[in-house]
């Protein structure tokens, strides 16, 4: 059994995903943080019975920064899991969970990193569209990658049908691959234990 922790801003599709994967799996999901009071993700957490941690930006980022960190401090989660989650993270918290901080970003990095990505790559016409997960590093949307998947982009869909089609994509590919990182944390740990 290896423990992560969801961050996540939005919507919440990707989060939903991945709290049912493991569901039926042996790891746990110890909580989602959420940055924004009102994001629907709080709504999915409630109903999955995921414990639910928001964090308030409104007052301060530095002390919503350090809330951030003493609570993944003390939840001490093997894997951090960012989906949508659309904030930086503090370079103590990459430092903390160096290599154990994974991200999802919906182009083919590195190409169009950072924000509206998808936007951007719908914009140009020639560019492939597809996701990414990687590491997280201290740079933005630069770390590892772990995997990629090219999104269909015939039949000239709009930005609403492609969009679509990198959710489907998303949530294919990152719950299992959130999946098998907690399977090697857990085998790795239970190599350290034999020895
Ligand atoms: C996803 O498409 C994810 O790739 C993207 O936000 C969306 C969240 O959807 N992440 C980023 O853009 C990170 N830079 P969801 O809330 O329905 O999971």
Same mark, same amino acid.
């Given at each position: 059994?290896?423990?992560?922790?969801?961050? #996540?801003?939005?919507? %919440?599709?990707?989060?939903? +995903?991945? #709290?049912?994967?493991?569901?039926?799996?042996?790891?746990?999901? $110890?909580s989602l943080i959420?940055?924004?009071?009102?994001?629907?993700?709080?709504?999915?957490?409630?109903? $999955? !019975?995921?414990?639910? !941690?928001?964090?308030?930006?409104?007052?301060?980022?530095?002390?919503?920064?350090?809330? !951030?960190?003493?609570?993944?401090?003390? $939840? #001490?989660?093997?894997?951090?899991v960012l989906a949508? /989650?659309?904030?930086?993270?503090?370079?103590?918290?990459?430092?903390?969970? &160096? %290599?154990?901080?994974?991200?999802?970003?919906?182009?083919?990095?590195? +190409?169009? &990193?950072?924000?509206? &990505? !998808?936007?951007?790559? /719908?914009?140009?016409?020639?560019?492939?569209?597809?996701?990414?997960?990687?590491?997280?590093?201290? %740079?933005?949307?630069?770390?590892?990658?772990? +995997?990629?998947?090219?999104?269909?982009?015939?039949?000239?869909?709009?930005?609403?049908?492609?969009?679509?089609?990198?959710?489907?994509?998303?949530?294919?590919? /990152?719950?299992?691959?959130?999946?098998?990182?907690?399977?090697?944390?857990?085998?790795?740990?239970?190599?350290?234990?034999?020895?």
């Open positions: 059994m290896a423990d992560c922790v969801v961050l #996540a801003s939005g919507s %919440g599709s990707n989060f939903e +995903a991945i #709290a049912t994967r493991l569901a039926d799996s042996p790891h746990r999901l $110890l959420c940055d924004q009071p009102d994001a629907p993700v709080i709504a999915r957490a409630e109903r $999955l !019975l995921v414990p639910v !941690l928001r964090i308030s930006y409104v007052e301060s980022r530095r002390e919503a920064e350090c809330r !951030l960190e003493r609570a993944l401090s003390s $939840l #001490a989660p093997d894997l951090v949508g /989650y659309m904030r930086i993270l503090p370079a103590a918290i990459v430092d903390l969970f &160096a %290599g154990r901080i994974v991200n999802i970003h919906p182009s083919l990095l590195p +190409a169009f &990193a950072g924000l509206h &990505a !998808l936007e951007r790559s /719908y914009a140009d016409p020639d560019s492939a569209m597809g996701i990414s997960v990687h590491v997280v590093d201290h %740079g933005v949307d630069t770390g590892p990658l772990l +995997a990629q998947f090219e999104a269909d982009r015939t039949g000239e869909p709009d930005l609403v049908q492609m969009e679509e089609r990198i959710h489907t994509l998303e949530h294919r590919h /990152y719950p299992r691959i959130v999946a098998e990182q907690l399977d090697a944390i857990d085998r790795y740990r239970g190599v350290r234990a034999s020895r």
